[in-house]
């Protein structure tokens, strides 16, 4: 009975003792984590909280374009064939295979896209982007509208003044008869300044592009792992693009202001000085809106057939030229 109690005693101590070592060697394995966590953090000199959004899977989000900085490498990925999700916001979410396999957005859809990106009055309401707010695009708007008002006024010349005071025709055919060549030269002008403007304000597709290139590694390689010390490149390239971005809309806000304040003297003087000439000048500004607006509207219609015509024809040189088109200044 001594000897039953005693081996039982035995094997109770034993097990103890195992659940002592376990315990033991469970906290060793903290101490090393903890000590590996700051090992790493120290050698790649980051910052605790950038680390712990790392370690947390944190992933960059932009426009319905995904790259987990993390999780990117695991089976689950590797194992399945990656397809973009549709958007209706963004057009180049695909390469140019994934495009003739994948993409099954209709004509109205590529369509409407392409008007949000180039349409400045679609894009300043209904175009979304984390990196161009809202304050940006209406910055924007207002230049473009403020560039309508003092074009027409500056190509008003004194000729056109005097044709004006000596002709019987109505404001609206003498629009469209003599002040037609005022109208064209401010929309054209108008155009290539909002062009200027609107590459400073956006960067959004060098961001996309960055990681669309490890996208395209991992796509053509299932062996290529994002290693830890390429996941600290691709933040701090990151980080240089937004603070370049910055800078450019500091120039952005600069040129704008500037612009804006000669806008509103010269407009100023010109409707004080010609004040009967007033009603014609609001109308060739009218013109020049409408006319912009029709001009965007066919322009993107075309941009947006010939896309479609790229993908059924299965043609990556004309993919590639639509693709440059809608990225130029959007």
Not at 53 to 72: H, M, R, T, W
Request: aromatic share 14%; net charge positive.
């Amino acid at each position: 009975m001594k000897n039953s109690q005693s081996k039982n005693n035995r094997e109770i101590l034993g097990k103890r003792i195992e659940l002592l070592k376990a315990e033991m060697n469970k906290s060793k394995r903290v101490k090393n984590i903890s000590r590996t966590r700051e090992t790493l953090i120290g050698e790649n000199k980051i910052g605790l909280q950038q680390y712990r959004k790392i370690e947390n899977n944190s992933y960059i989000e932009n426009n319905n374009f995904k790259l987990n900085l993390i999780n990117i490498n695991v089976n689950e990925v590797k194992k399945k064939t990656y397809i973009p999700n549709l958007s209706e916001q963004i057009l180049n979410i695909y390469n140019f295979k994934e495009a003739i396999e994948y993409d099954k957005r209709n004509f109205c859809t590529i369509f409407y896209i392409f008007l949000i990106a180039k349409q400045v009055i679609m894009h300043a309401f209904l175009y979304r982007s984390p990196l161009e707010p809202l304050s940006i695009r209406l910055s924007l708007l207002k230049f473009m509208l403020g560039c309508d008002l003092a074009l027409n006024a500056i190509f008003y010349t004194d000729d056109k003044v005097s044709e004006k005071y000596n002709s019987a025709k109505s404001a609206i055919k003498f629009a469209f008869t003599n002040n037609l060549i005022v109208i064209l030269l401010s929309t054209l002008i108008g155009y290539v300044m909002f062009i200027f403007l609107a590459n400073l304000n956006n960067s959004t597709n060098q961001i996309r592009n960055l990681f669309r290139e490890e996208e395209e590694k991992i796509k053509n390689n299932k062996k290529y792992v994002v290693s830890f010390g390429r996941k600290k490149e691709i933040i701090c390239e990151v980080k240089r693009i937004i603070r370049n971005y910055k800078i450019k809309i500091i120039i952005f806000y600069i040129i704008e202001f500037i612009c804006m304040i000669f806008f509103w003297y010269y407009v100023t003087i010109f409707c004080n000085i010609y004040k009967k000439t007033q009603l014609s000048w609001l109308l060739d500004c009218l013109i020049t809106i409408i006319i912009r607006i029709i001009i965007d509207f066919v322009l993107n219609l075309i941009l947006a057939l010939l896309y479609k015509i790229s993908i059924g024809t299965k043609s990556n040189c004309f993919y590639k030229v639509m693709i440059f088109f809608y990225c130029f200044s959007s």
